[in-house]
Protein backbone atom coordinates (compact mmCIF):
# COMPACT_ATOMS: atom_id res chain seq x y z
CA UNK A 1 0.00 0.00 0.00
CA UNK A 2 1.38 3.83 -0.72
CA UNK A 3 1.31 6.52 1.24
CA UNK A 4 -1.68 8.30 0.44
CA UNK A 5 -1.18 11.50 -2.23
CA UNK A 6 -3.70 14.60 -0.83
CA UNK A 7 -4.01 16.83 -4.26
CA UNK A 8 -5.74 20.27 -4.52
CA UNK A 9 -6.89 21.21 -7.90
CA UNK A 10 -7.47 25.37 -7.03
CA UNK A 11 -8.84 25.33 -10.74
CA UNK A 12 -9.15 28.68 -12.25
CA UNK A 13 -8.95 30.41 -8.41
CA UNK A 14 -6.91 32.43 -6.20
CA UNK A 15 -5.13 35.65 -6.65
CA UNK A 16 -1.34 35.86 -5.82
CA UNK A 17 -1.96 36.95 -1.99
CA UNK A 18 -4.78 34.22 -1.44
CA UNK A 19 -2.82 31.91 -2.50
CA UNK A 20 0.56 32.34 -0.88
CA UNK A 21 -1.59 32.26 2.02
CA UNK A 22 -3.21 29.27 1.43
CA UNK A 23 -0.02 27.22 0.84
CA UNK A 24 1.67 28.74 3.55
CA UNK A 25 -0.80 27.95 5.65
CA UNK A 26 -1.47 24.46 5.00
CA UNK A 27 2.64 24.02 4.59
CA UNK A 28 2.39 25.04 8.29
CA UNK A 29 0.49 22.55 9.44
CA UNK A 30 1.77 19.46 7.56
CA UNK A 31 4.75 21.35 9.42
CA UNK A 32 2.99 21.40 12.81
CA UNK A 33 1.44 17.60 11.85
CA UNK A 34 4.95 16.49 11.15
CA UNK A 35 5.60 13.41 10.65
CA UNK A 36 2.41 13.64 8.33
CA UNK A 37 1.00 9.69 7.32
CA UNK A 38 0.48 11.50 3.98
CA UNK A 39 1.37 13.45 1.07
CA UNK A 40 -0.04 16.89 0.19
CA UNK A 41 0.37 18.41 -3.25
CA UNK A 42 -1.46 22.35 -4.56
CA UNK A 43 -2.19 22.65 -8.23
CA UNK A 44 -2.55 26.70 -8.46
CA UNK A 45 -3.66 28.30 -11.35
CA UNK A 46 -0.16 28.70 -13.65
CA UNK A 47 -0.35 32.16 -12.92
CA UNK A 48 0.76 31.46 -9.09
CA UNK A 49 3.27 28.41 -9.77
CA UNK A 50 6.02 30.80 -9.27
CA UNK A 51 4.83 32.23 -5.92
CA UNK A 52 3.52 29.81 -4.57
CA UNK A 53 6.48 27.45 -4.84
CA UNK A 54 8.43 30.20 -3.85
CA UNK A 55 6.71 30.40 -0.99
CA UNK A 56 6.94 26.73 -0.31
CA UNK A 57 10.47 25.95 -0.70
CA UNK A 58 11.57 23.90 2.01
CA UNK A 59 8.45 23.09 2.96
CA UNK A 60 7.38 19.36 2.52
CA UNK A 61 3.82 20.63 0.49
CA UNK A 62 4.47 20.50 -2.84
CA UNK A 63 3.10 22.03 -5.79
CA UNK A 64 2.21 21.02 -8.80
CA UNK A 65 0.42 22.58 -12.45
CA UNK A 66 -3.01 21.94 -13.54
CA UNK A 67 -1.94 21.25 -17.42
CA UNK A 68 1.02 21.63 -19.18
CA UNK A 69 1.76 21.87 -23.02
CA UNK A 70 2.53 18.43 -24.86
CA UNK A 71 5.60 20.24 -26.79
CA UNK A 72 8.55 21.42 -25.15
CA UNK A 73 8.80 24.83 -26.54
CA UNK A 74 7.96 27.24 -29.81
CA UNK A 75 4.62 28.09 -31.94
CA UNK A 76 2.15 27.31 -28.78
CA UNK A 77 0.78 30.71 -27.94
CA UNK A 78 -1.03 30.58 -24.40
CA UNK A 79 0.25 27.53 -23.42
CA UNK A 80 2.86 26.19 -20.94
CA UNK A 81 5.09 23.69 -20.77
CA UNK A 82 6.58 21.36 -18.59
CA UNK A 83 9.76 22.48 -18.79
CA UNK A 84 8.56 25.71 -17.17
CA UNK A 85 6.39 24.23 -14.75
CA UNK A 86 9.32 22.62 -13.69
CA UNK A 87 11.99 26.08 -13.79
CA UNK A 88 9.28 27.50 -11.48
CA UNK A 89 9.51 24.69 -9.34
CA UNK A 90 6.50 22.23 -9.68
CA UNK A 91 6.80 18.57 -9.10
CA UNK A 92 3.63 17.62 -11.02
CA UNK A 93 1.24 18.39 -13.15
CA UNK A 94 -2.15 17.26 -13.69
CA UNK A 95 -3.21 16.07 -17.83
CA UNK A 96 -6.59 14.86 -18.64
CA UNK A 97 -8.88 16.39 -16.36
CA UNK A 98 -12.10 16.66 -16.96
CA UNK A 99 -12.63 19.86 -17.90
CA UNK A 100 -9.33 19.83 -20.11
CA UNK A 101 -11.28 16.99 -21.75
CA UNK A 102 -14.02 18.72 -22.45
CA UNK A 103 -13.43 22.56 -23.00
CA UNK A 104 -10.73 22.18 -24.94
CA UNK A 105 -11.70 18.47 -26.65
CA UNK A 106 -8.57 16.90 -25.37
CA UNK A 107 -8.06 13.46 -26.42
CA UNK A 108 -6.79 10.09 -24.52
CA UNK A 109 -3.69 10.31 -26.94
CA UNK A 110 -3.14 14.07 -26.22
CA UNK A 111 -3.56 13.58 -22.45
CA UNK A 112 -0.58 10.56 -23.08
CA UNK A 113 1.73 13.22 -25.16
CA UNK A 114 1.48 15.69 -22.02
CA UNK A 115 2.38 12.87 -19.69
CA UNK A 116 5.36 12.28 -21.74
CA UNK A 117 6.18 15.73 -22.09
CA UNK A 118 6.01 15.95 -17.89
CA UNK A 119 7.98 13.05 -17.76
CA UNK A 120 10.86 14.47 -19.73
CA UNK A 121 11.06 17.24 -17.38
CA UNK A 122 11.21 15.54 -14.20
CA UNK A 123 7.46 16.56 -13.57
CA UNK A 124 5.06 13.30 -12.01
CA UNK A 125 2.26 13.16 -14.54
CA UNK A 126 -1.29 12.58 -12.66
CA UNK A 127 -3.13 11.35 -15.24
CA UNK A 128 -6.99 11.96 -15.07
CA UNK A 129 -10.01 9.41 -16.21
CA UNK A 130 -13.17 8.73 -15.76
CA UNK A 131 -16.69 8.36 -17.21
CA UNK A 132 -19.80 10.87 -17.78
CA UNK A 133 -22.68 9.89 -16.51
CA UNK A 134 -24.32 9.07 -19.60
CA UNK A 135 -21.53 6.20 -19.79
CA UNK A 136 -22.29 5.51 -15.86
CA UNK A 137 -26.43 5.34 -16.50
CA UNK A 138 -25.50 3.08 -19.81
CA UNK A 139 -22.80 0.61 -17.46
CA UNK A 140 -19.40 1.77 -19.58
CA UNK A 141 -17.70 2.74 -16.47
CA UNK A 142 -15.45 0.19 -16.57
CA UNK A 143 -15.17 0.28 -20.23
CA UNK A 144 -14.64 3.71 -20.45
CA UNK A 145 -11.97 3.71 -18.12
CA UNK A 146 -10.13 0.78 -19.49
CA UNK A 147 -9.99 2.72 -22.90
CA UNK A 148 -8.96 5.85 -21.28
CA UNK A 149 -6.05 4.01 -19.15
CA UNK A 150 -5.13 2.28 -22.57
CA UNK A 151 -4.94 5.99 -24.60
CA UNK A 152 -3.86 8.06 -21.85
CA UNK A 153 -0.69 6.21 -20.25
CA UNK A 154 2.24 6.15 -22.55
CA UNK A 155 4.88 3.40 -22.68
CA UNK A 156 7.07 3.51 -19.97
CA UNK A 157 5.33 4.48 -17.06
CA UNK A 158 5.99 3.58 -13.42
CA UNK A 159 4.70 4.09 -9.72
CA UNK A 160 7.43 6.85 -9.36
CA UNK A 161 6.35 8.87 -12.73
CA UNK A 162 2.72 8.59 -12.78
CA UNK A 163 -0.42 8.63 -10.55
CA UNK A 164 -3.34 7.74 -11.75
CA UNK A 165 -6.69 10.17 -10.80
CA UNK A 166 -10.03 8.51 -10.84
CA UNK A 167 -12.90 10.97 -11.26
CA UNK A 168 -16.29 10.72 -12.25
CA UNK A 169 -17.01 13.64 -14.26
CA UNK A 170 -20.68 13.52 -13.19
CA UNK A 171 -19.17 13.86 -9.18
CA UNK A 172 -16.89 16.71 -10.03
CA UNK A 173 -18.29 20.19 -8.46
CA UNK A 174 -21.84 18.74 -8.29
CA UNK A 175 -21.90 17.68 -4.31
CA UNK A 176 -22.87 13.94 -5.96
CA UNK A 177 -20.23 11.01 -4.87
CA UNK A 178 -20.28 7.23 -5.88
CA UNK A 179 -21.19 5.03 -3.79
CA UNK A 180 -18.00 2.79 -1.18
CA UNK A 181 -18.85 0.41 -3.14
CA UNK A 182 -18.79 1.49 -6.42
CA UNK A 183 -15.48 3.40 -5.70
CA UNK A 184 -14.26 0.09 -4.65
CA UNK A 185 -15.41 -1.60 -7.78
CA UNK A 186 -13.87 0.66 -10.36
CA UNK A 187 -10.77 1.36 -8.11
CA UNK A 188 -9.81 -2.53 -8.04
CA UNK A 189 -10.82 -2.79 -11.33
CA UNK A 190 -8.21 0.46 -12.32
CA UNK A 191 -6.12 -1.54 -10.45
CA UNK A 192 -6.18 -4.40 -12.49
CA UNK A 193 -6.01 -2.71 -16.23
CA UNK A 194 -2.56 -0.86 -14.85
CA UNK A 195 -0.55 -4.40 -15.19
CA UNK A 196 1.32 -4.14 -18.61
CA UNK A 197 0.94 -0.06 -18.36
CA UNK A 198 3.29 0.59 -14.89
CA UNK A 199 6.37 -1.38 -13.94
CA UNK A 200 4.67 -1.82 -10.11
CA UNK A 201 0.71 -1.37 -10.38
CA UNK A 202 0.54 -2.16 -6.47
CA UNK A 203 2.64 0.76 -6.04
CA UNK A 204 1.12 2.99 -8.01
CA UNK A 205 -1.02 5.91 -6.50
CA UNK A 206 -4.51 5.88 -7.37
CA UNK A 207 -6.67 8.87 -5.88
CA UNK A 208 -10.45 9.36 -5.77
CA UNK A 209 -11.58 12.58 -7.11
CA UNK A 210 -14.90 14.22 -7.21
CA UNK A 211 -16.87 16.26 -4.52
CA UNK A 212 -14.60 14.81 -1.99
CA UNK A 213 -14.86 17.02 1.77
CA UNK A 214 -13.89 16.51 5.32
CA UNK A 215 -17.62 14.82 6.06
CA UNK A 216 -16.94 12.11 3.00
CA UNK A 217 -13.08 12.11 2.93
CA UNK A 218 -12.91 9.33 6.12
CA UNK A 219 -15.63 6.95 3.83
CA UNK A 220 -13.55 7.43 1.11
CA UNK A 221 -10.36 7.11 1.79
CA UNK A 222 -11.27 4.04 3.86
CA UNK A 223 -12.17 2.26 0.64
CA UNK A 224 -9.44 -1.00 -0.61
CA UNK A 225 -6.86 0.98 -3.43
CA UNK A 226 -7.76 4.20 -2.80
CA UNK A 227 -4.49 5.84 -2.36
CA UNK A 228 -5.47 9.42 -1.71
CA UNK A 229 -7.85 12.47 -2.97
CA UNK A 230 -7.85 14.67 -5.84
CA UNK A 231 -9.96 17.86 -4.45
CA UNK A 232 -11.29 20.64 -6.37
CA UNK A 233 -13.70 23.58 -4.33
CA UNK A 234 -12.77 22.01 -0.88
CA UNK A 235 -9.16 22.73 -1.50
CA UNK A 236 -9.65 26.19 -1.64
CA UNK A 237 -9.55 26.34 1.75
CA UNK A 238 -7.32 25.71 4.81
CA UNK A 239 -10.01 24.05 7.26
CA UNK A 240 -11.87 22.21 4.46
CA UNK A 241 -8.30 21.13 2.70
CA UNK A 242 -7.08 19.89 6.44
CA UNK A 243 -9.81 18.15 7.42
CA UNK A 244 -9.84 15.83 4.31
CA UNK A 245 -5.93 14.81 5.01
CA UNK A 246 -6.90 14.56 8.52
CA UNK A 247 -9.51 11.82 7.73
CA UNK A 248 -6.49 10.03 6.28
C1 LIG B 1 -11.58 18.30 -9.46
O1 LIG B 1 -11.69 19.36 -10.03
O2 LIG B 1 -10.64 17.56 -9.77
C2 LIG B 1 -12.55 17.93 -8.45
C3 LIG B 1 -12.54 16.71 -7.98
O3 LIG B 1 -13.44 18.91 -8.06
P1 LIG B 1 -14.46 18.83 -6.80
O4 LIG B 1 -13.66 18.31 -5.62
O5 LIG B 1 -14.88 20.25 -6.59
O6 LIG B 1 -15.56 17.91 -7.17
Known sequence: MSRKLIAGNWKMNMTRAEGVALASELAARLKAAS???????????????????????????????QD??????????????????????AGFVLV??????????????????????????????????????????????????????????PAGATSANTVIAYEPVWAIGTGRTPTAADVAEVHAHIRKELAGKVDNPAATRVLYGGSVKP???AELMAVANVDGALVGGASLKADDFWGIAAAV
Open 35 to 65: PAGFDMLVCPPATLVAPVADALAGTALAVGG
Open 68 to 89: CSAHDKGAHTGDTSAAMLKDLG
Open 96 to 153: GHSERRTDHKETDAEVAAKAEAAWRHGLVAVICIGETEAERDAGKTLAVCSTQLAGSI
Open 215 to 217: SNA
